[in-house]
Structure formats: C-alpha cells, structure tokens
C-alpha cells in the first residue's frame, strides 16, 4: 500500500442500537480526488471520523497511508490533513497564531510555523486580515482558514468533510481550485466528502454514494452516469393516475422508464429525436403534461437509481436536524426540451 | 487563489521532529493566557471581588478585632481571604477556556494534532494559576497602599503571591475536571462556586483558636485553614517554618487530588469511542 492510500475494509460504527456506518468498504488511491457523496445523516461524517482517529470502529478496519487508524493512530495524524465539518478554530485568536501554533505542534520550530503560516494566509487570501480575531471573520473566512490549518504540515492525504457547505458560491469555486490545484501540483490524495452532486461531479476522480449508512455504488462519476443511458424525456402530470396511463403509453418506445411521483421518466439513446412521437402518443391517448424537459444523466439520476429516492428528498428530511435549506443541492447539467 | 511557493518536499520534511513536551505545554498556557487576556470580563470580576474583600472587611472589622489579634495587622490577617477568593473564582478560567475548545470545535483540531494530551490539560491550569498570580499582585499592591507592613517584607510578599500560585493551579485542576467532563461552560462556570464554603468553613474572620463547635470541626478538616494560617503567619509573624510547611503541604494536596481529578477527566474526554 502506498503512502497516499486510503482503504476502508467493513467499516461499522454502532452508537448503541443505532447504526451510522454500516459494512463501508473502499479504496482511494494514491494521488486520486475521492467524492464521497450522501444526504446529510447517510454516514460521512461518521466515515470520516474513524478513518482520521477520533472515533474508533465498532468493526471493521481503515487504513490511511498504510497505517492503521486503531493501532497507529499517531502516524495517521502525522501523514493526513483533515477539514472537519465543524470549523474547529479558537474564535480569540489571531489566523497566523493558530497557523503558527498548529505548525509547531507538527513539529516546526517558530520560524518555520510563522513563514509557513504567511505562506498558507496568502494561499487562502487572508494575509489582509491577520490583525482581526478569527471570531469576527465571515463563513467564507473561516472555512478557507480551517482549510489552510489542514494544510500545515503538508500532508500526504487530505480529508475534506464539507469543505463547502455554507459558502457563497465564488468561495466555493475558490475552494474548487484550491481542491484541484493541491491535487495536481502536490498529488495529493483528497477524500472529499459532500451533499452537493455538483460538487462532487466537478471535483471527483471517483465517487461512492453512502445512504443510510451503506455504500450504494462506487465509481467514475462519468461512468455511473453512462450506466443510466445517455438522455432521458421526463413528463410531468397533474395527476398519479395520468402517470400509469403515460406509462401504459409509452413504455415500449424506451429502454427504460422511472416513475418519480408526478413525473415518468423515459431513458433511451437519443432521445431528443423521439420527442415528437411521444407528445403525439400522449395526446392521442387524451393525456396533456404539464411540463417536458429533456435531461441528459446526473448523479442526482444515479442517486435515484440506487436508492429509490432523490437525493434532494433524502437532505430535505434531514434539513430540520441540520439546519440545511431544503432544495439547495446540485444538479448536472439539464436543459429543457 | 494564490498557489503555494514552496515545494512538498521543502515543508514534508521539516515536521519529523517530536515538539518537547514542555514547549508544547507551554505554547498551550500561551495561547489560553493570550484568548483570556483578550476578554477583560473574565479576569475583571475574581479582581474586583478580592479588592471588594479586602476594602470592606478591613473597613468595617479591623477595630474589633484588636481584641483577638493583640496588635496585629487586620489587614495582614483579611488580605489571605482576599486571596482565596480571588483563587476560588478565577479558578474557572481554565475550566472556561477548555469548555470554549470543546464547543468551538478547537479541542477536535487539536486532537488530530501529536499534540501530548498532558499539555491540553497543563497548559489552560498553568495559565490560570499565572493569571490567578497576577490578580494576587494586584490585590497585594492594594493592600500595600491601604497600609499593610508585611512582618517578613517583600519576599513574604512573594512568598504569599507563590502559595496563591500553587493554589490556584489545584482549583483549576477542579474546573478543568469539570470542563472536560460536561463540556459545558454553565456547569463549568457553576462548578467553581461549589467551592466556595471552603472560604467560609475557616478561620474566615476570627482566628481558628477562637471558633467553637461544629465550626471547628469543619475548620479543622479544611485544607483552606491550613493555607490562610500560613500566609497570615507570613503577613504578621515571621517565618514560621512548621505553618508554613502546613499550609503548602495543604495547597499540594489538594492540587494533587484535583489533578488526578483533571487527568481522569481528560482520559474520559480524549478516549476515542
């Protein structure tokens, strides 16, 4: 195993009778950018917890870096950096005390902590605000803080649990960036975790989708999307029963059909094409949609297949626990008919 | 975003080194004296109650207690509750400043550092005590001004400031145990009152010869009797080497006891589950 590896082997976390990961298991290797995706409560943050120490596995086993995270807990701190969801910085303090103190404690000298420090506030665009306490910064401030304290000691593997999560959208392309770039330039391995499908698809060499503490599937976005088939005609309806009848209509013009509450979905290559038959079917049979769009495959799709639910169903029951407005997800790219 | 100058290998190598422990102690007491320093509403009021103390009791007390202190300094005699006070409820600063790290999610950061848990926990007691010294200077330099002539001078002076500072590192212990425990800073903060009989359970405002009863009996098992003798013996006597020996024996004692009480609770805290 590489110094770059992550591999997750039957990992299971039980809090009493409750289950939050249940039998994940995966590998990252070296140097790749690994989206882990999943509503809010699937078992990220639980995931991540175990494979950078600070929970233990009821099961199972993690290794980072060809360590492993019961046994050699230390050598896992020293070769990974880790971006929790929760900011985790002393609000009184200064950036480039925390940035210093944080190098030390990797074992620089005070020299070495302050130049890196000065190194990583320009790397996050904060080396203006140094003189102000870390508690008066924005959200956007913050999070690329906490990314530069992940940084300090140049680590070989990088977890990222929702680097993104309540930022504006030109601080997540900037966190996009920095993602790639620490990737590219440096090679290092990133475990990115995220409710956001776009994010995931933009960044994400390969994916695994964890809902209610199991892993669905694991791949290449691109590939996972390319399963699905290359487009699909989606019909909208008032009424349910104005959907069986659709389906009774138009099923054996397409490879595959998905019925999503008011909505049938109809997949086939080229679908575009067969556009004009469909609506003539559907008339002809009395029934009037009240929207159609054409859509080419997203992982919101490849969610739907493996679940049974939409991704942004699963975070808006969430949403009263975590505070995360219902509806703000991503989407791939989709255009209408 | 600006890129990153340096190359991997410049910076991978230089974190091989371990950071001695007691550098890692002390850039913990650092930061936790710098966080504190920067909200005067934590260090003000145990301030402004010892100085309260000591101007009240002194005011409305010192002519009848010529009686039972036979020519000694009253003021001699009230600045060492002063003193506990101010140790009793500055001792929350390091239980606050660790229930902070927890809720702010800093004491996670930390964790995912090599950090020597010891240090999590040395650093916020020490810091306490060194600010619980600096109020102690404070109050003592008020009590100068208001006329104390200390029997043993300025070294008596230093010697008083010293078991304020061993004390002040064992109530801290106390708070630190609590903190880690709850994480909770009203538990935490509510935590240090429970303390405060012990200032009361003594020799409080008359000396131990003349309490009576039950008092006496609970001034008798109170370590805080211990050390108010000593210091008063330092302020008006002299150097009274078996006092004194008494009440520091006292301050590590107790220190001793809360330690381990901080230390198991820190176990419980950093324990992974």
């Known amino acids: 195993m590489s110094s770059g590896e992550i591999r997750a082997e039957n990992l299971i976390k039980r809090y009493g009778e409750f289950t939050a990961v249940n039998g994940v298991s995966f590998s990252v290797k070296s140097g790749e950018i690994f989206g882990f995706l999943g509503p809010n409560g699937a078992g990220k943050s639980t995931t991540v917890k175990m494979l950078t120490t600070l929970a233990l596995p009821t099961e199972g086993r993690g290794l980072v870096g060809g360590y492993d995270v019961v046994t050699q807990a230390g050598d896992v701190r020293r070769i990974a950096g880790v971006a929790l969801q929760e900011i985790g910085l002393d609000n009184l303090m200064k950036s480039t005390e925390l940035l210093t103190i944080q190098g030390q404690l990797f074992g620089m000298t005070r020299r070495q902590a302050q130049d890196r420090a000065a190194e990583l506030l320009a790397l996050v665009k904060l080396t203006e605000f140094t003189d102000r306490p870390v508690g008066k910064y924005s959200g956007g401030m913050r999070r690329r803080l906490d990314l530069a304290m992940a940084l300090v000691h140049q680590p070989e593997i990088l977890f990222l649990d929702e680097p993104t999560t309540g930022l504006d959208p030109a601080s997540r392309r900037d966190i996009w960036a920095e993602v790639r770039r620490l990737n590219r330039d440096f090679g290092m391995t990133i475990f990115l975790t995220t409710q956001y499908l776009e994010e995931a698809d933009e960044l994400a060499d390969r994916i695994a989708i964890i809902d209610r503490a199991q892993i669905r599937v694991e791949g290449q976005p691109a590939e996972l999307k390319a399963a699905l088939g290359s487009e699909s005609i989606n019909v909208t309806f008032r009424e349910d029963g104005d959907v069986q009848r659709a389906q009774d209509e138009v099923t054996e013009m397409f490879d595959r059909v998905q019925i999503d509450r008011k909505t049938i979905r109809l997949y086939r290559n080229k679908a575009a094409e067969i556009i004009p038959a469909v609506v003539n079917r559907l008339s002809g049979a009395g029934l009037e949609p009240v929207a159609l769009t054409l859509t080419t495959p997203t992982l919101d799709d490849v969610f739907l297949q493996v679940t049974g639910a939409r991704f942004e169903e699963d975070a808006k029951d969430e949403a009263p626990k975590s505070g995360r407005r219902p509806g703000r997800r991503g989407f791939g790219q989709r255009k209408s008919a | ?273």
Do not use: H
């Open chain 2, 1 to 273: 975003m600006a890129a990153i100058a340096t190359t991997r290998a410049g910076i991978a190598s230089a974190p091989v080194e371990r950071t001695p422990f007691l550098l890692q102690v002390s850039m913990m007491a650092w930061r936790t004296l710098i966080t504190n320093i920067r909200v005067p509403g934590v260090i003000l009021p145990p301030l402004i109650i010892s100085g309260f103390f000591l101007l009240v009791y002194n005011s409305t007390l010192s002519g009848a207690a010529n009686f039972f202190l036979r020519g000694q300094s009253y003021l001699g005699f009230i600045l060492p509750l002063s003193v506990v006070s101010a140790a009793l409820s500055g001792a929350s600063v390091a239980g606050q400043s660790i229930v902070r790290d927890i809720e702010n999610g800093y004491f996670d950061k930390l964790m995912l550092t090599p950090v020597n848990r010891a240090a999590l926990l040395l650093g916020p007691m020490i810091a306490g005590a060194i600010l619980l010294a600096m109020q102690t200077l404070v109050v003592v330099a008020m009590a100068l001004l208001l006329g104390l002539q200390p029997e043993t001078g300025a070294l008596g002076l230093l010697a008083v400031i010293g078991i304020a500072l061993l004390l002040g590192v064992g109530f801290s212990g106390f708070t630190v145990g609590i903190a880690l425990r709850t994480g909770n800073a009203a538990a935490t903060s509510g935590a240090s009152f429970l303390f405060f009989p012990l200032s009361f359970l003594t020799a409080t405002f008359v000396p131990y010869d003349l309490l009576t009863g039950w008092i006496q009996t609970a001034a008798f098992v109170n370590p805080i009797t211990y050390i108010l003798d000593a210091m008063r013996t330092i302020l008006n006597i002299g150097w009274d080497g078996e006092i004194i020996l008494r009440g520091v024996g006292s301050c590590l004692a107790l220190g001793i006891v809360l330690f381990i009480w901080a230390y198991t609770g820190l176990r419980a805290r950093t324990k992974r589950k």
